[in-house]
């Protein structure tokens, strides 16, 4: 948090919930800086009488405390709301300055603001009045998305050349028949893509599927052969249906063997997709070679009884154990609350900073999450 040292601390501990807790991007992380701080630095203006042409930029809110933003009116958020549409210089840099900032905007700020007010009256309960909780955002001008027609679509696919060409041509199939966004493709692994849909982890890390036709699984299938990307095998962290749905599918393309804990082989078949398919098992304390890589075995339960993480060289896979800010839940059946205390007290204890790479959401380090997440 150090990139927001002029911010007050009440703020900083929003964006550290939002990006611990919440999981959210640093992308979002910034603008809620940006949003709010513009917030704060108006109506210091506002409430100190300075000249109307100050430079926000110039104004210190680093002595802004709860007791400060309690006594913030609806009528104040109104005068910032009417800044932003009149007076707020929408282009700097051009020679012609324009005043008043687009409607899409003002939402965005007025939606920093809301969240800001529910964080302290609803999730830390340090203020007891919402005075944004009402208010209603500016209205925004609806158009029609804007597409490509059948035929031009088949003239983009017909444009793909080059020594990528079997890669750009399934990144567009995947566009086209998806209809996800450009990070929502690049956070795709190749145990997210099942035999007729894929698994995409979008805005919030919510997930959801999106199916697709043949001539888009051909697409993807003539990538991989030409990268020579065949899994040699696949190693469970646990066997929840969301993480072994795609075994089957892998292994009647690809025939390769599948590795889990058998402590999960005990978890009942709604909680699984059916009955499990694996051709070895592993335990605590084992390292199994993948792909000419020794991968180290960790039981660590809790969110199942066979959860383990998987240490290969700098990096551990942890499943649905630890997550950037959290960590997994137990109140599913077969989890248990003690045995997952008990399992991040022994992550706490690694002494390497491992890359963190969870079941479900952003990557981290373990050195990040032993200094913020507040389940280890």
Do not use: W
Not at 222 to 228: D, I
């Amino acid at each position: 948090m150090q990139q927001y040292r002029d911010c007050p601390q009440v703020l900083r501990n929003f964006l550290t919930y939002h990006e611990n807790i919440k999981g959210q991007s640093p992308l979002t992380i910034h603008e809620y800086y940006l949003d709010l701080r513009m917030f704060l630095r108006f109506l210091k203006l506002m409430r100190n009488e300075m000249p109307v042409d100050t430079d926000l930029d110039t104004i210190d809110i680093r002595d802004i405390d709860v007791a400060f933003l309690g006594t913030v009116t609806q009528s104040e958020i109104f005068d910032f709301l009417s800044y932003l549409a009149n007076d707020r210089v929408a282009r700097p840099d051009e020679a012609v300055l324009e005043r008043g900032i687009e409607a899409t905007s003002r939402a965005r700020k007025l939606s920093a603001i809301k969240s800001f007010y529910k964080y302290l009256t609803v999730r830390t309960k340090q203020l007891s009045e919402n005075p944004v909780a009402d208010l209603e955002y500016p209205k925004l001008r609806k158009s029609l998305p804007k597409y490509l027609t059948m035929e031009e679509s088949a003239a983009l696919l017909k444009a793909v050349s080059g020594p990528n060409e079997k890669r750009d041509y399934a990144i567009l199939m995947l566009f086209l028949n998806c209809g996800i966004r450009r990070s929502e493709l690049v956070g795709l692994n190749l145990t997210d893509v099942y035999e007729d849909r894929i698994r995409v982890i979008g805005k919030g890390n919510k997930e959801r599927f999106v199916y697709f036709g043949t001539a888009c699984r051909k697409a993807i299938d003539a990538y991989l052969e030409e990268k020579g990307l065949t899994p040699e095998a696949i190693a469970l962290t646990h066997c929840h249906f969301d993480h072994v749905g795609a075994v089957k599918d892998l292994v009647a393309q690809y025939d390769c063997k599948v590795y889990l804990c058998r402590k999960d082989l005990a978890m009942p078949p709604m909680l699984t997709n059916g009955p499990l398919y694996y051709t070895d098992t592993y335990a605590d304390g084992d390292t199994v070679t993948l792909a000419g890589i020794p991968v180290r075995v960790m039981e660590t339960p809790g969110h199942t009884p066979g959860s383990v993480c998987l240490i290969a060289g700098d990096t551990m896979f942890s499943g649905d154990t630890l997550f950037a800010g959290s960590c997994g839940r137990t109140d599913l059946p077969c989890g248990d609350a003690r045995e997952m205390r008990d399992s991040l007290r022994k992550l706490a204890k690694l002494e390497e900073n491992y890359r963190v790479c969870p079941g479900h959401g952003p990557s981290s380090t373990l050195d990040r999450e032993k200094k913020t997440n507040p389940y280890l």
